[in-house]
């Protein structure tokens, strides 16, 4: 380096106590906004239903309905609850009611029991519920 001093210290030894706290309060509250903002995007949704997803088959008329999506467009949890309801229906229902698949990444458990069927899919921070 040529005889010149690596400077070791931070900036921040030259301010006085009064900016050094200005400066963690400034930072503290960006921080806290950063966290709101990310909160915001964790609103649930209420989508529309899927209309008549299964046509000329013994479902034809049964809806997807109820659809919730957190963390994900509405479209998307749209698409994820058409498609991993199809391959649901194509497994063999367990004896203890409850139903659990894998689905594109989507790790899917449906409750079989009592008069309609409830779907919940999970896919990191995001999820998608519907009733069939």
């Given at each position: 380096?040529?005889?010149?001093?690596?400077?070791?210290?931070?900036?921040?030894?030259?301010?006085?106590?009064?900016?050094?706290?200005?400066?963690?309060?400034?930072?503290?509250?960006?921080?806290?906004?950063?966290?709101?903002?990310?909160?915001q995007g964790?609103v649930t949704?209420?989508?529309?239903?899927?209309?008549?997803?299964?046509?000329?088959?013994?479902?034809?008329?049964?809806?997807?309905?109820?659809?919730?999506?957190?963390?994900?467009?509405?479209?998307?949890?749209?698409?994820?609850?058409?498609?991993?309801?199809?391959?649901?229906?194509?497994?063999?229902?367990?004896?203890?009611?409850?139903?659990?698949?894998?689905?594109?990444?989507?790790?899917?458990?449906?409750d079989l029991?009592?008069?309609?069927?409830?779907?919940?899919?999970?896919?990191?921070?995001?999820?998608?519920?519907?009733?069939?």
């Amino acid at each position: 380096m040529g005889g010149q001093r690596l400077r070791t210290l931070p900036v921040l030894c030259g301010w006085t106590t009064g900016r050094k706290r200005l400066l963690a309060v400034a930072v503290m509250c960006a921080l806290a906004t950063m966290g709101a903002v990310s909160a915001q995007g964790a609103v649930t949704r209420a989508c529309g239903p899927v209309v008549n997803p299964y046509p000329g088959t013994r479902y034809e008329g049964a809806d997807l309905t109820r659809i919730r999506a957190t963390g994900i467009s509405c479209v998307n949890a749209r698409r994820v609850a058409r498609g991993a309801h199809r391959k649901a229906l194509g497994l063999t229902p367990p004896a203890s009611g409850v139903r659990r698949l894998t689905w594109n990444g989507w790790r899917v458990t449906g409750d079989l029991r009592g008069a309609s069927d409830r779907y919940f899919a999970l896919r990191g921070a995001m999820t998608v519920s519907w009733r069939f």
